[in-house]
């Protein structure tokens, strides 16, 4: 007690002596209080911004050995463990900062702690950025690959028809036509997966130079390339890095798929078959009998169901042959003829069941061949395509237009009959002709009509000359192609190759 009393003497005295002295004091103790309060408040601050998400407390009590197990754990991990780690040091580093006005033991241990932290920090700051810049790349591929043009609306799926998909469709839509009728394959689903699969050709890997239209993995002749995708799993979509193949065209393309519907993979060459016309009565129990097993999509059928809608893709599942005959030849084989028609040999042999396929053909016989309709060009000089098939501001253009100068030859596209000859005040003078397998062609604007209805013609032969008859803003062809006389219209791209 005396020396209690002795200390509390004392400091009266020199409180008393030394009035500036004891103001000092107490001013330097604010300031330092007032600074250990702004740096704390400040660090508090920081912290809390980049640790919004962390749900562990900054109050947490970390130690030296604690902070360093976590740090070493982290190096081994991947990057979103290295993420959620270096929020753990942050917030290791927050509590430091927070308790250094306890002791000097304390504070020693702690800023002893903090340094440890930044120093295992290192390393992921120089990986952490590229790996997330890698992710963020691929993940756009993915998405690509994800975001079918197909939304979810009210439980079901839609799609908004635009002249970008159409286009596409029409770029791939009378190749698949052939090949799937020529693999009992429906071509509405093969279209409609090639633009499931590819975006509508807006992929990458449906792009130049991987040309894939349907994510088939592996490798095609060789080639291969390696992409990030997405599979569906009950837990959702998870990304993972795998081989695709690679193909030359388009039709490569097409021609692949045919050949794995109908042969299937090692191991199970009928995997696919379910989606055949023989195993399928319809389009939908195609795409169901595929769903599942085609893709991990557990939605497949449904997203391909609407586009198959949408685009009004069934009318490539008509296919528009012709049988002719052929007279075998001395050097005739099956393989020449199919080849010659652009046919399967086993189509042939379908046909004509006399024919034994290990035999040689007998010279001087006559088998029948189905072969794909054969259209020409109307014209034989240079145009221009003045306006293509489709929407046309408030109305729908039903051909294409071929701008030429007035009096160019116009030709018939394949062998026919005349069906009507005229003029109308749209279409000016006209001419259809139907043709022996369900399709008819127009030609519009004519300045003069050189055949009558019902004459018979042959493919490329002149019915007329080029004009600007009816409503027409210049001399010029309007061609178009139908089932239909006057309706049911088709891109006639589908039949002709027109640039």
């Known amino acids: 007690m005396k020396k209690i009393y002795g200390l509390l003497a004392v400091s009266l005295f020199f409180s008393a002596t030394f009035p500036s002295l004891n103001y000092a004091i107490s001013t330097e103790t604010s300031e330092t209080d007032s600074s250990t309060t702004e740096e704390t408040d400040t660090t508090t601050s920081a912290t ?104 979810l609306d009210g439980g079901n799926f839609k799609t908004t028809r635009n002249e970008t998909n159409e286009q596409f469709v029409m770029k791939i839509g009378n190749k698949a036509r052939k090949i799937a009728h020529k693999n009992d394959l429906y071509a509405s689903v093969m279209i409609a997966q090639a633009a499931l699969e590819s975006g509508f050709g807006k992929s990458q890997l449906a792009n130049e130079p991987n040309y894939n239209l349907f994510g088939i993995k592996g490798s095609f002749q060789g080639k291969s390339t390696s992409m990030l995708t997405a599979e569906d799993t009950k837990s959702g979509y998870i990304n993972i890095v795998d081989r695709f193949r690679k193909y030359d065209s388009y039709e490569d393309s ?13 191991g199970n060459p009928s995997i696919y078959h379910g989606s055949t016309k023989k195993k399928s009565k319809t389009y939908k129990d195609a795409t169901k009998k595929l769903t599942g097993v085609y893709a991990t999509d557990r939605h497949y059928d449904a997203k391909l169901n609407e586009i198959i809608k949408t685009y009004d893709l069934t009318r490539f599942d008509k296919s528009f042959t012709e049988t002719v005959k052929h007279r075998v030849g001395k050097d005739d084989t099956l393989r020449s003829i199919a080849k010659k028609y652009k046919v399967e040999k086993d189509s042939i042999l379908e046909l004509n069941k006399s024919i034994d396929r290990d035999k040689p053909l007998e010279e001087g016989t006559t088998i029948l061949v189905e072969k794909d309709i054969e259209f020409v060009k109307p014209l034989n000089k240079k145009y221009t395509v003045s306006s293509d098939f489709g929407s046309r501001g408030k109305e729908h253009h039903n051909g294409i237009d071929l701008a030429i100068s007035s009096g160019t030859s116009v030709y018939a596209t394949g062998k026919g009959v005349v069906e009507a000859t005229g003029y109308d005040p749209s279409a000016g003078n006209y001419i259809i002709i139907k043709h022996n397998y369900g399709l008819y062609s127009s030609y519009f604007h004519l300045k003069e009509i050189n055949v009558k209805k019902g004459q018979k013609i042959d493919m490329s032969q002149k019915i007329g000359l080029v004009g600007s008859t009816g409503n027409s803003t210049g001399p010029h062809l309007h061609f178009a192609i139908s089932d239909k006389v006057w309706s049911n219209y088709y891109h006639p791209k589908e039949f002709v190759d027109l640039d």
């Open 48 to 151: 809390t911004e980049e640790e919004s998400d962390s749900t562990e407390s900054s109050s947490t009590d970390s130690t030296t050995s604690e902070s360093t197990e976590t740090t070493d754990t982290t190096s081994s991990e991947d990057i979103s463990t290295e993420t959620s780690s270096s929020e753990s040091e942050s917030t290791s580093t927050t509590t430091s900062s927070s308790k250094s006005s306890s002791t000097k033991d304390s504070e020693t241990t702690e800023t002893t702690t903090t340094v440890k932290v930044k120093e295992k920090k290192k390393p992921i700051k120089k990986v952490q950025p590229k790996k997330e810049k890698r992710i963020k790349k691929e993940t756009t591929q993915v998405s690509e690959k994800v975001n079918y043009n197909v939304t």
């Open 254 to 266: 097409l021609n692949d798929y045919a050949k794995l519907m109908t042969k299937g993979i090692n």
